[in-house]
């Protein structure tokens, strides 16, 4: 633990302090809270010239950005989609393995065995209305379930129009 030179908050210094091998103790003396205030500080007061150097800096070194960023997508694709997964849809990495065990691995509409099935082509499912989530199915049922807009009156027409026995065909003869 260690009081900050600039806020005098005491705080863990593994956690509290950025590392630095000039200091004594290998930690900074300013914690974390107060080196980020000071640089949005910074950036405020100077905005014009800080994204000037990062556009100069962006077109010197295009290319070597974009293999850094396809690098960092391909190594952490799975915990960026768990992210974008509990933004759009209020399913954290928990509650979607959860929902799946209670399903009994399978999409509760076509009775697919989920873990058959790549990870992307997994989706929970979610009212738009209200935004909670209700449960994990394939990717096809996902698709369908949304192009009826969610709505019962639309998937029961359509199911009457499947039961029908009367087809194109047989109004022509």
Same mark, same amino acid.
């Given at each position: 633990? *260690?009081?900050?030179?600039r806020?005098g908050?005491?705080?863990?210094?593994?956690?509290?302090?950025? &590392?630095?091998?000039?200091?004594?103790?290998?930690?900074?003396?300013?914690?974390?809270v107060?080196?980020?205030?000071?640089?949005r500080?910074?950036? /405020? &007061?100077?905005?014009?010239?800080?994204?000037?150097?990062? &556009?100069?800096?962006?077109e010197?070194? &295009?290319?070597?950005?974009?293999? *850094?960023?396809?690098?960092?997508?391909?190594?952490?694709? *799975?915990?960026?989609k768990d992210?974008?997964?509990?933004?759009?849809?209020?399913?954290?990495?928990?509650?979607?393995?959860?929902?799946?065990?209670?399903?009994g691995?399978?999409?509760?509409?076509?009775?697919?065995?989920?873990?058959?099935?790549?990870?992307?082509?997994?989706?929970?499912?979610?009212?738009?209305?209200?935004?909670?989530?209700?449960?994990?199915?394939?990717?096809?049922?996902?698709?369908?379930?949304?192009?009826?807009?969610?709505?019962?009156?639309?998937?029961?027409? /359509?199911?009457?129009?499947?039961?029908?026995?009367?087809?194109?065909?047989?109004?022509?003869d």
């Amino acid at each position: 633990m *260690r009081a900050c030179n600039r806020c005098g908050v005491v705080k863990p210094i593994e956690t509290g302090y950025y &590392k630095n091998k000039k200091c004594a103790d290998g930690y900074l003396t300013i914690c974390r809270v107060c080196i980020c205030a000071e640089r949005r500080a910074y950036v /405020a &007061k100077n905005y014009a010239e800080v994204r000037a150097k990062i &556009k100069t800096y962006w077109e010197e070194n &295009k290319e070597d950005m974009r293999q *850094r960023s396809r690098e960092y997508h391909a190594k952490h694709r *799975r915990r960026l989609k768990d992210l974008q997964r509990e933004k759009q849809t209020g399913f954290t990495p928990a509650m979607f393995a959860q929902a799946i065990e209670h399903q009994g691995g399978k999409c509760p509409i076509c009775l697919c065995t989920l873990a058959d099935l790549p990870y992307r082509n997994q989706h929970a499912d979610h009212c738009h209305a209200t935004g909670q989530p209700r449960g994990v199915l394939c990717q096809k049922c996902n698709t369908a379930l949304g192009k009826f807009k969610d709505d019962p009156d639309r998937l029961r027409r /359509a199911i009457a129009y499947l039961d029908a026995p009367t087809t194109l065909l047989m109004l022509l003869d």
